[in-house]
């Protein structure tokens, strides 16, 4: 009788605990809640020329807002504050928003606005390459004479393709940001923080193009970073292929991580990137 | 006695359920730590050339130094060309390459943006034989991608430099090169009206060039047998047409028939046994391939139209032409026996002579539409056809044995114009003038030479 008692509080109790166990793991990953984002329609290009200035924003965001709202108070009627709310000024500016008092005019946080612009419209020629290309494959009898640097644009001339361009894949396949932990650093990176890493990198990457099946090879690297981004050791290949397309494409991703260190990376979210998986994949880039 | 029983199995059910506990929270943690690794796709890249360092090859004496620099010369011509590799500027290399067996400075090539560094050395040895050695180091991973040596006569130090080629891009791009290979083609000389075509051979680079035949007769669609040695060609030598066997080591010459009317020289079968070729009979062509042992010919096609320009693929499975059976020239593909013709070519525009790339994914042809000639390339099932190049007059292609560059020749228009080699590759913006000393046409890859 005892004994069946003992069976069935020890039963009752592991069911207990796995449920304690399990629970708050599945309850850690809840679908992602429905929130409004606002949404600036810009180009990933622009993204990425923005993401130092957007960075230490949101570091001094705090800050700024403090003094903005003294500012606010003293500032002449001419101030609009709802400029001031859409636009993550670059850090230098919160930084002239210390003495409102003085100038409460400047302090007017409309005044941010014309740099971010600036700031905007500085990548601009990048997009403008990309569009350009397609043309290329149509207006043919324009060719010139060869120039290597033109190479970036022979993909596109597979009529189907569509143009493509490293500065604005579909929006599919942006991956979400990476998930916070639930140990109390609840940090997460950002799609322009991932971006600008992705762009980086994808500069300083060369992939052997035009080899039989090459746009099908996939390397899988894991790279591994200090605190002050560069490299903690040499990166290394996940996946295996026994063809020498591979052992290039496998060389080339190596090069490109290696070359491109170190990587401006925010210091806060250390924990997150420290060790990485990146996935090179040049399907995209054969309209594949 | 009953007790101390109980309080066992009490005992054991206790361990049971801390087991339980414990494996549930490593469960647990194992679960939420797996998933903190980031994951980025990078899916483009740069498309620019690979910026390579190349110095000239050291040598112990001043000839072999003369030497050297020849050779590295040679090297970079050829990556160059192929429009993936860019030298890295010669004057701003900060490391002087002194002894070959030595892991070269990696920072100083960094410096200056190098990602790959092909150091040589060349050594005459008292025989008079050349001894040429090289070192390929990937520069950010700090380590040899390759290294090996040639023995050579000395003469051969052209040979050395693409070989040397050959393998940097091997190991760089991971397909096979294309440099150390040969390209006959037809030379042509006098004003338009009376040329004089005789038949040339020259190394890839448009070096080495010297004439197989001595123009008394013409010549037409010189084309390579896959073992190298052999070519065949079609020459009007008294008059008619016939198909010539020619051995280029030996200079040996044999025809293998007299073909009237034919209009292109056959081409090989990939073991090299059969040739195939169209043969006129009334106002049709028809397909036949011959058994070059036996001479004896098959008919693969037989039909009221003109069927002509067979190329096979490398696998020697399928066999692709020309033929105007549905009013017009279009390219069709067939099985090696003749069975399941098919037309692949759907868009607007006649197409003519279609050659099958020897990595099999492409097949290249040419195609009017509207005034210009075009080079183009197309899936070998019909889909994603391309075009490479387009001019007044651009035919005949034909392949480099990787399958990744065309040669073919552009006729300039007015009265002093002529025919002209150039190549192109897959991503039809590399493309580069062959210089040859006069007109050139009907060009033909050889496979590589070793």
């Known amino acids: 009788m005892r004994r069946g008692l003992i069976i069935s509080l020890g039963l009752h109790l592991l069911i207990l605990i796995s449920a304690v166990a399990v629970f708050p793991f599945s309850s850690e990953r809840p679908p992602p809640r429905p929130t409004l984002l606002p949404v600036d329609l810009v180009s990933k290009a622009e993204f990425t020329q923005l993401k130092a200035g957007q960075r230490k924003a949101k570091d001094e965001q705090a800050k700024a807002k403090k003094k903005l709202e003294k500012a606010k108070k003293k500032a002449a009627k001419k101030s609009k504050p709802s400029k001031v709310k859409s636009v993550k000024a670059p850090a230098p500016k919160p930084k002239k928003a210390e003495n409102p008092p003085k100038k409460p005019k400047k302090t007017v946080k409309a005044k941010p606005k014309p740099k971010p612009k600036k700031k905007v419209k500085k990548p601009k020629p990048k997009p403008k390459k990309v569009a350009a290309r397609p043309k290329k494959t149509t207006a043919r009898k324009k060719k010139e004479a060869f120039n290597p640097d033109r190479i970036a644009a022979l993909l596109n001339k597979v009529p189907d393709a569509g143009p493509k361009s490293p500065a604005a894949p579909e929006p599919k396949k942006k991956p979400s940001p990476a998930k916070g932990r639930s140990d109390g650093r609840d940090l997460t990176m950002t799609f322009n923080e991932i971006d600008a890493l992705r762009t980086k990198i994808s500069q300083c990457w060369n992939p052997p193009v035009g080899g039989l099946g090459a746009d099908a090879i996939k390397v899988r690297l894991r790279m591994q970073l200090r605190p002050d981004g560069s490299l903690s050791r040499e990166p290394q290949v996940m996946n295996r292929a026994g063809s020498p397309y591979f052992q290039a494409a496998a060389d080339a991703a190596v090069r490109a991580v290696m070359a491109c260190q170190p990587y401006e990376l925010p210091a806060k979210k250390f924990a997150l990137w420290r060790d990485m998986i990146l996935n090179f994949d040049p399907r995209e880039m054969f309209g594949g | ?450």
């Open chain 2, 1 to 450: 006695m009953m007790n101390s029983s109980e309080n066992k199995s009490l005992a054991r059910i206790w361990r049971g359920v801390i087991l339980a506990l414990t494996m549930a929270v490593a469960s647990f943690w194992a679960q939420t730590g797996a998933h903190a690794q980031m994951e980025v796709d990078i899916t483009q890249g740069s498309l620019k050339p690979l910026p390579v360092a190349i110095p000239v090859f050291g040598g112990a004496s001043l000839n072999d130094q003369k030497l050297g620099a020849d050779i590295a010369g040679v090297v970079v011509a050829d990556l160059e060309r192929s429009g993936l590799f860019k030298l890295v500027d010669r004057a701003a290399y900060i490391e002087r390459i002194g002894n070959l067996s030595q892991a070269p400075r990696f920072s100083d090539w960094r410096t200056i943006n190098a990602q790959a560094l092909v150091v040589g050395r060349v050594t005459r040895e008292a025989s008079g034989r050349l001894r040429a050695e090289f070192r390929l180091w990937d520069i950010f991973a700090g380590k040899q991608l390759a290294g090996q040596q040639f023995f050579t006569q000395g003469r051969n130090w052209r040979r050395v430099g693409h070989l040397i080629a050959d393998a940097v891009y091997e190991r760089l791009t991971g397909e096979k090169g294309y440099f150390d290979t040969r390209i006959v083609y037809v030379d042509e000389t006098g004003p338009k009206n009376a040329r004089v075509k005789r038949l040339a051979i020259m190394d890839q680079d448009g070096r080495n060039l010297r004439m197989l035949t001595r123009g008394g007769a013409l010549v037409l669609t010189p084309r390579f047998s896959p073992t190298s040695q052999e070519i065949t060609y079609l020459s009007y030598e008294d008059g008619r047409p016939r198909v010539y066997l020619l051995n280029i080591e030996t200079g040996q010459k044999e025809i293998v028939g007299a073909f009237p009317n034919m209009s292109f020289a056959p081409r090989f079968s990939p073991d090299g046994k059969n040739i195939i070729m169209s043969l006129q009979q009334g106002g049709n062509a028809n397909i036949f391939m011959m058994d070059l042992q036996s001479r004896r010919t098959f008919r693969l096609t037989n039909t009221p139209a003109i069927d002509t320009a067979p190329s096979f693929s490398p696998d020697g499975r399928r066999i692709v032409f020309e033929s105007d059976r549905s009013g017009k020239q279009q390219l069709y593909v067939m099985n090696s026996d003749g069975s399941g013709q098919k037309r692949i070519s759907q868009g607007e525009g006649i197409y003519s002579t279609p050659v099958w790339s020897p990595r099999g994914d492409l097949i290249a042809f040419t195609k009017k539409r509207g005034p210009n000639f075009l080079i183009g390339v197309v899936k070998p099932d019909g889909s994603g056809e391309r075009v490479l190049t387009e001019g007044f007059h651009n035919e005949g292609p034909t392949w480099a044995p990787n399958g990744r560059v065309l040669m073919f020749f552009r006729e300039s228009p007015g009265e002093g114009g002529g025919p002209n080699l150039y190549t192109i590759d897959l991503t039809g913006y590399n493309e580069r003038a062959v210089t040859t000393p006069s007109f050139g046409s009907d060009p033909a890859w050889s496979p590589l030479i070793n």
